[in-house]
């Protein structure tokens, strides 16, 4: 029998790892067990082989060092690929679409902000944290919302990835403009050329990735080298990757951008994002009592991600549909939106990144904030799941003929 009459080969179910790997909440559920045994190690009689190893030293930088600018940077890569995407051909390409996401995710950047700052221009305050909890972790909240099946309508998952995808970007600018202590010149001059061939290289309509990732890597170094953080070359590396497969062909699936992006999800969601985690969520709680949540520091973070998140994105976005600028979600709820609200107090991953620029010599202050954003996050995490979980969903509204 010919290969083209052979009956077709019977449907195969999925296997159960396949399915927990295409799931997009997955990684925020493998972020929550790397954060949960990195406290079972630090509190554990690991704590001291834990610490010396994040502490060693590997080709001039410590292996934490590692962790946070060299691996991260793939991260930002990523982060800044969906941004591109989302802007050009996704759910933030037309004003319409990004004003309601992107006003929410401006209130929930300054409610936070003002929360903290509330708690730390004082005496004993350490107001420089003021953007530890402006964004939102966007893993780790659609791994809570996955645990809550078809509850939540689709239109409210899209909404939140394209507020926490306009989260992330203002965290980016955040980190660029305001944790940035010294710069050197020509380190940068260098980093400046750098980018401008790679901008030539996509208008010359370059598709090859290789070019493009052998000066993503100069560029990394030369930014590393200015005195900005290094994850900021990740991000604008992404947005000089070519979204067209060939001048003048709509967006497809063969397109360098694409195909950058699909390679390094897995890799980005289900090890680097974890070692971060993992490397970054060890605190020991030996000698620490549920009284030093009331110093500023964590203070400041813990009520800034669970009361200046819900306010500053619900409020917002609610001014903004009541002025009519933008409808409420299809098949939400206010209660539903509300709770989504709630979720993005979950700022785990960019919260204790910005963290560790803020404080990057007090290691005191580094556990504070930890203490600070678990908090913060648990809380927004129970509160959002709890009030989603008995919030029913309204009857599927007709579609506009």
């Known amino acids: 029998m010919s290969a083209s009459q052979r009956p077709p080969a019977p449907n195969r179910p999925v296997s159960v790892l396949r399915a927990f790997v295409e799931n997009g909440s ?17 509190n554990s009689p690991l ?66 902000a003002v929360i903290y700052l509330a708690f730390n221009l004082g005496e004993g305050g350490h107001p420089n944290g003021w953007a530890i909890p402006a964004a939102t972790d966007i893993a780790f909240a659609l791994g809570v919302l996955s645990l809550l099946g078809p509850r939540v309508p689709l239109t409210l ?13 203002g965290a980016v600018l955040i980190i660029a403009l305001f944790y ?26 370059v598709l090859r990735l290789l070019p493009y990732l052998l000066l993503g ?37 063969h397109s360098p951008l694409h195909r950058l992006e699909h390679g390094l999800q897995p890799f980005v969601t289900f090890l680097i994002v974890p070692i971060f985690g993992f490397a970054n969520a060890g605190v020991s709680f030996a000698g620490v009592s549920v009284s030093a949540l009331a110093d500023p520091v964590p203070l400041g973070i813990a009520l800034g991600l669970f009361l200046g998140k819900q306010v500053g994105v619900f409020v917002t976005a609610g001014l903004v549909i009541r002025a009519g600028w933008a409808d409420l979600p299809m098949y939400a709820t206010w209660r539903q939106l509300y709770g989504i609200s709630l979720l993005c107090g979950i700022g785990f ?53």
């Open 26 to 42: 997955s990684g925020g559920i493998v972020l929550m067990l790397a954060a949960a045994l990195a406290l079972l190690v630090a």
């Open 47 to 112: 704590r001291d082989a834990y610490s010396e190893t994040l502490h060693a030293y590997v080709g001039g930088l410590s292996v934490l060092h590692w962790i946070n600018d060299g691996l991260m940077a793939l991260f930002f890569l990523l982060v800044g690929l969906e941004i591109k995407r989302e802007v050009l051909d996704g759910q933030l390409s037309t004003w319409p679409r990004r004003i309601l996401p992107g006003s929410a995710a401006l209130g929930g950047m300054i409610g936070p």
């Open 157 to 169: 998952r899209v909404f939140l990835t394209a507020l926490a995808i306009i989260d992330d970007l």
């Open 180 to 205: 940035t202590a010294s710069i050197d010149v020509l380190a940068l001059a260098g980093a400046g050329l750098v980018v401008l061939g790679l901008v030539a290289m996509n208008r010359l309509g």
């Open 217 to 253: 890597a100069l560029l990394w170094f030369l930014v590393l080298r200015s005195g900005m953080h290094a994850t900021i070359a990740g991000v604008v590396l992404a947005l000089t990757i070519p979204l067209r497969a060939s001048p003048g062909r709509p967006d497809d699936a």
């Open 349 to 401: 991953t960019m919260s204790l990144f910005i963290g560790l620029l803020a404080f990057p010599t007090d290691p005191l202050l580094q556990d504070e904030v930890k203490i600070g954003v678990f908090a913060g996050s648990l809380l927004s995490a129970l509160a959002g799941a709890a009030l989603l979980r008995v919030s029913p969903s309204p009857k599927p509204r007709s579609a506009p003929v």
